[in-house]
């Protein structure tokens, strides 16, 4: 069974662009979580999309946007890049949206120069 | 504002000993907890969980103890093996909240 998949693996992007990073959950699940990890630290929470609606939001600038498609794989976008968003993002995926596992897939590491 | 701490940085066994990695938290509020295990280069792992409801939870040779007065939770490998290396990540939720918090992790390194 495929995993959670991310894409792209990596990323290098110049200040003031915008970014789409695309995550496709296992086969089944309902609800996609982004998290944003930099060195040093443990993951923080962005987004959760639950059914192709917004669950959850984290505390990070409108600059970041997400949405999911109704095959449940999901987009975050974030615009006008800064240094401070190069960091790893990950994507999870659960079966529903409460509390339970969350299954991470191997992240998109983005580079901003 | 760290809800979830893991104070130790790094952790260094010896193959076939126990280890023991700790997790504070500080919002009353969590009600399901979680240990994820981290390879360079990889997504975190799901390893166990464990509801408010119980302070025990057993899978294989991981366990998870839960002190809710304390507001502490620790996870437990017997006996611990050198594959077993990795960061070690902690992470509460609570139902109302559709997101988990993270500690900053612990570094495992287990020497055969």
């Known amino acids: 069974d495929a995993g959670v998949t991310q894409s792209p693996t990596h990323l290098i992007k110049t200040r003031g662009q915008h970014v789409t990073l695309r995550c496709s959950p296992i086969s089944g699940h309902k609800s996609v979580s982004w998290y944003q990890q930099v060195l040093g630290q443990g993951p923080q929470f962005i987004f959760q999309?639950?059914?192709?609606?917004?669950?959850g939001r984290g505390n990070f600038p409108d600059r970041f946007s997400a949405r999911q498609f109704p095959n449940y794989s999901s987009e975050l976008n974030v615009n006008a890049l800064l240094l401070g968003d190069s960091a790893l993002y990950l994507c999870?995926?659960?079966?529903?949206?409460?509390?339970?596992?969350?299954?991470f897939g191997q992240g998109t590491r983005l580079t901003v120069v | 504002d760290q809800q979830v701490k893991q104070n130790s940085p790094s952790l260094s066994v010896q193959e076939g000993r126990i280890s023991i990695l700790n997790c504070d938290y500080t919002n009353s509020m969590f009600d399901y907890f979680l240990w994820y295990k981290k390879y360079p280069a990889e997504g975190p792992t799901f390893l166990i969980s464990i509801s408010s409801i119980k302070d025990k939870n057993e899978d294989g040779r991981f366990t998870v103890f839960l002190n809710k007065s304390a507001k502490h939770l620790s996870l437990h490998i017997v006996p611990s093996q050198p594959g077993d290396s990795a960061v070690y990540f902690c992470a509460a939720s609570d139902y109302n909240n559709n997101d988990m918090r993270f500690g900053a992790g612990t570094r495992l390194t287990v020497k055969p």
């Open positions: 999870a995926s659960s079966f529903w949206a409460g509390n339970t596992e969350a299954f």
């Open positions: 999309y639950y059914e192709k609606e917004e669950r």
